[in-house]
């Protein structure tokens, strides 16, 4: 998807940020994204998602992991709102306690991957010759597995935890985010103002950090809203794998593997695990949508 | 536009559901249909063909794992052991159902008074798949390619470890010598007597094969094995399946009653159960018990429960720290709530267990007090070892990745004691590598604090037991807790040496006391494994040992 996004985003991006010097740029962004009804579903379910987050301890009505053998399997009802799994946990408590462990992992590996992919990035696209060429083939080969698989690899040699789970899924999304500032840049690295900043005796570091990079983080940012979106996904996959979170942690991938053969005699035990991870990522993507909409130009008024 | 594609989307997808919720009602509908067609089904199955000259058909089973090598004699799991009773016999066999003893390629047998000579009478005119005969000197073959640790026939890579470990290992074997007197009398003569030993001589490992095939294929026998069992070796598909077809000559009249096997590994337990469902297979085993109501519900099908004779257990591995105090490992012992276990995971197919064999073994001591299961007690005990505080270090505990006969879901039971360990501080992180990784590691005793396995009696004797899962010989084999004891030891060389039964019986009671005391295990279930298959199946009778013949299966038309 990279590809064909990238081309279509970079261009005109550039040029709403020349504009940027007129007056409240951002409060007609903050206008735009508000007037996208789709997007601000997006906002809610992702505010919905986080703040259960936030106060999952305190609204938790049993320990999430706290076992009641004798109560396995009962469907949903006043005293379980969401059922129980087969070792008598309250599904409604470890789906509220899974958003605080899958937010946490969509987060930080997209903030992990960020950070990375765009130190790369600008290193590759602002010193270029041999450096841009051999960060661009470290990406390449990144980009030659299918992102599940690498991360899969990734776990089995670092051992299956929750943790190298977060590391794998940022690993894997590198070069999405290494490609992308490294194109803003190859592209900004021509314009006036940095031949100006050039021309005034800045050094590379200060063009970078405070001419190239504060004009490349628009699509860092939509980017790394799908991106959660992607990570969530990921994580709850590797989960479902057994190589992301360990029990007794409730994460939504391992609640749904747990409790697969289950589908048909309870399917309460799937069903909200699956409900969250397909709401939060939709979340995510409406509000990533919503934002590329809102900050690109080609794209508005369609 | 890309709103609108959005929109498209979701469209499509709520379309695909219904589509799909609708085809899953058309499936349900399109089976009486099918049923209607009792001609067409048959047509297709060879069997059905009465110039065939029977109407045997085809049994189709489904397991959760593939043999690991078709060579009986080097492979000690069940998987491959259970291929091996189609194609071999050993000397001596069990009854069907249990582990009595009875006669198979041996006809008759005599035992000198002192215990240390046995002459067997073989069975005449028996012959090996190849054409070649079955005789005393293929039966001193066998016994020389598994005793002599220089032999030609022992190829690279392989061990005869259920040799080694029956009748004992290079430095203390039981067997002196074999010879043939002549060529339907074998002799055997012992260095010291060995009580067990017939009960020995009839396990699958002991099969007798053919000396022709071992010499012409070589190494390749582990995947081309010839002997005289009800079935002939066909194809072996590896990880998918094993086909077996009749073998027409076999030695009991009438048998085999199928014209063929074919043999499957389906290693989920719902896909396998879903399968048997569909009628892709006749036959499963290692029914999960939460299938249980959905089996008992459909009148296709039917239950079958293999005689309960094994045991699964929490084992500690006591050269780590803190496990190698006794007082720590009891004190957790007090933290397992068996009994809920087995009502959660077992739908009362098990009953909960306080020694290392199962009751309906002889020389079972019930006078044991099982450690009950009490969480204010452990913690007492805890702190009593030194560990007020309980142990924060997380230990590494092991369960399985697999399911297995005595125990359809480790890491869900694991996940349980793992809950009650929390509640008296104490740590533990569940970790579940892959299954060779698993035995492998076990073994070595190394990444493991603390692990859940088990283990199905092979032979009907206690010594099956005792000896290979926790006598300090079997350190480095199947000793997974790396427990020496010297007077345990002492106590089980004697019972094996001893040929009185009722002497027997009191070693091994004293044996499990010393068992309970140490507490290197926490004996958990013993289950009843359940295997479920169509009603068209018809004479199949489960041996406790955990796999048995197909010879008297047959399939109703």
């Not at chain 1, 950070?115 to 696209?125: D, E, K, M, N, Q």
């Not at chain 2, 159960?273 to 006749?282: K, R, S, V, W």
């Not at chain 2, 007090?334 to 276990?341: L, T």
């Not at chain 2, 199905?456 to 006598?471: A, K, M, R, S, V």
Request: aromatic fraction near 10%.
């Amino acid at each position: 998807m990279s590809d064909a996004f990238l081309k279509a985003e970079i261009r005109p991006s550039s040029d709403m940020m020349e504009r940027k010097a007129q007056p409240g740029p951002w409060r007609e962004a903050i206008r735009s994204f508000g007037r996208n009804k789709t997007a601000v579903v997006g906002l809610c379910l992702v505010l919905f998602f986080a703040l259960l987050a936030l106060v999952a301890p305190l609204i938790m009505p049993y320990d999430y992991k706290a076992q009641v053998l004798t109560d396995r399997l009962k469907p949903p009802s006043g005293d379980h709102w969401f059922g129980t799994d087969d070792l008598g946990r309250d599904i409604f408590s470890r789906v509220i306690y899974g958003a605080r462990i899958s937010l946490l992992v969509g987060l930080l590996s997209v903030a992990g991957s960020i950070v990375i992919g765009t130190l790369l990035g600008i290193i590759a696209g602002f010193y270029g010759k041999w450096v841009d060429m051999l960060i661009s083939r470290v990406f390449d080969i990144l980009l030659a597995f299918p992102g599940i698989l690498l991360a899969i690899a990734i776990v089995a040699i670092l051992g299956p935890s929750l943790q190298n789970a977060l590391y794998a899924i940022a690993i894997v999304n590198v070069p999405t985010y290494g490609r992308l500032v490294r194109s803003r840049v190859l592209s900004l690295r021509q314009e006036e103002f940095i031949t100006a900043a050039r021309a005034l005796g800045a050094n590379d570091g200060r063009i970078l950090f405070k001419h190239i990079l504060p004009n490349s983080l628009t699509p860092i940012i939509v980017q790394g809203t799908l991106g959660v979106a992607t990570a969530i996904i990921e994580a709850a996959g590797l989960g479902f794998l057994g190589l992301g979170a360990q029990p007794p942690d409730p994460e939504w991938g391992k609640m749904l593997s747990d409790s697969r053969q289950f589908i048909q005699t309870a399917p309460w035990t799937v069903i909200f695990p699956g409900l969250c991870i397909l709401l939060t990522s939709l979340g995510f993507n409406l509000m990533g949508d919503g934002l590329r909409d809102t900050f690109d130009p080609k794209m508005k008024g369609r | 536009m890309r709103k609108r594609m959005g929109w498209l989307f979701t469209l499509m997808l709520s379309l695909a559901l219904i589509l799909a919720a609708c085809g899953g009602g058309g499936s349900g509908t399109s089976e009486p249909e099918a049923s209607t067609k009792p001609g067409e089904a048959a047509s297709t199955e060879p069997a059905a063909d009465p110039a065939a000259g029977g109407s045997g058909g085809t049994l189709i089973v489904g397991r959760g794992g593939d043999s690991a090598a078709l060579d009986p004699a080097i492979v000690t799991d069940g998987e491959s052991l259970k291929i091996a009773q189609q194609v071999f016999d050993p000397l001596l066999a069990y009854k069907a159902g249990t582990t009595e003893v009875e006669p198979a390629l041996a006809e008759s047998w005599e035992i000198s008074d002192d215990g240390l000579t046995y002459t067997f009478k073989l069975r005449e005119g028996v012959k090996f798949h190849d054409g070649t005969d079955f005789n005393a000197d293929a039966v001193v073959f066998n016994f020389t390619r598994w005793n002599d640790t220089e032999s030609k026939f022992k190829f690279e890579g392989d061990s005869f470890d259920y040799y080694d470990s029956m009748f004992g290992p290079e430095e203390a074997r039981v067997i002196k010598s074999v010879t043939a007197s002549d060529p339907s009398t074998v002799v055997f003569v012992l260095n010291q007597p060995q009580a067990p030993f017939l009960q020995n001589l009839a396990m699958p490992p002991f099969s007798i094969a053919s000396p022709a095939a071992i010499e012409k294929s070589g190494a390749d026998f582990k995947a081309n094995p010839v002997g005289t069992g009800p079935f002939v070796f066909k194809e072996w598909k590896r990880s998918d399946s094993i086909t077996l077809e009749k073998n027409p000559e076999y030695w009991q009249e009438g048998l085999p009653k199928v014209d063929s096997v074919i043999v499957r590994s389906i290693p989920d337990n719902t896909a396998r159960f879903n399968a048997l469902q569909n009628g892709e297979i006749d036959m499963m085993e290692d029914l999960s018990p939460d299938d249980l109501a959905t089996l008992e519900s459909n009148p296709d099908l039917q239950k079958f429960n293999r005689p309960p004779f094994n045991v699964a257990y929490l084992g500690f591995n006591v050269t780590k720290k803190p496990f190698d105090d006794p007082k720590v490992r009891i004190a957790l012992s007090h933290a397992v709530d068996k009994q809920g276990i087995v009502d959660a995971f077992f739908a009362g197919q098990a009953e909960p267990a306080k020694n290392p064999i199962p009751p309906s073994l002889w020389g079972y001591n019930d006078t044991i007090e099982d450690y009950p299961y009490d969480l204010a007690q452990a913690k007492k005990l805890l702190a009593d070892a030194g560990y007020a505080n309980g142990i924060e270090q997380p230990l590494t505990f092991y369960a399985m990745p697999v399911s297995r006969p005595y125990m359809p879901d480790g890491r869900k039971v694991a996940e349980v004691i793992q809950a009650s360990f929390a509640e008296i501080g104490v740590t533990v992180n569940i970790e579940s590598p892959e299954w060779a990784t698993y035995l492998d590691d076990l073994s070595k005793g190394e990444k493991d604090d603390l692990f859940i396995i088990g283990w199905t009696g092979d032979n009907g004797d206690p010594d099956n037991f005792f000896y290979p899962l926790l006598d300090k010989d079997s350190i480095g084999g199947n000793n997974y807790s790396q427990y020496a004891s010297d007077p345990l030891h002492e106590v089980l060389v004697k019972a094996q040496q001893e040929t009185d039964q009722a002497e027997r019986t009191k070693l091994y009671e004293e044996a499990q006391v010393i068992v309970h005391d140490d507490a290197p295990w926490v004996p958990l279930v013993h289950s009843t494994p359940l295997l479920a298959a169509s009603k068209k199946v018809e004479g199949y009778v489960p041996s406790p040992t955990g796999s048995e013949p197909y010879a008297e299966i047959s399939i109703r038309q």
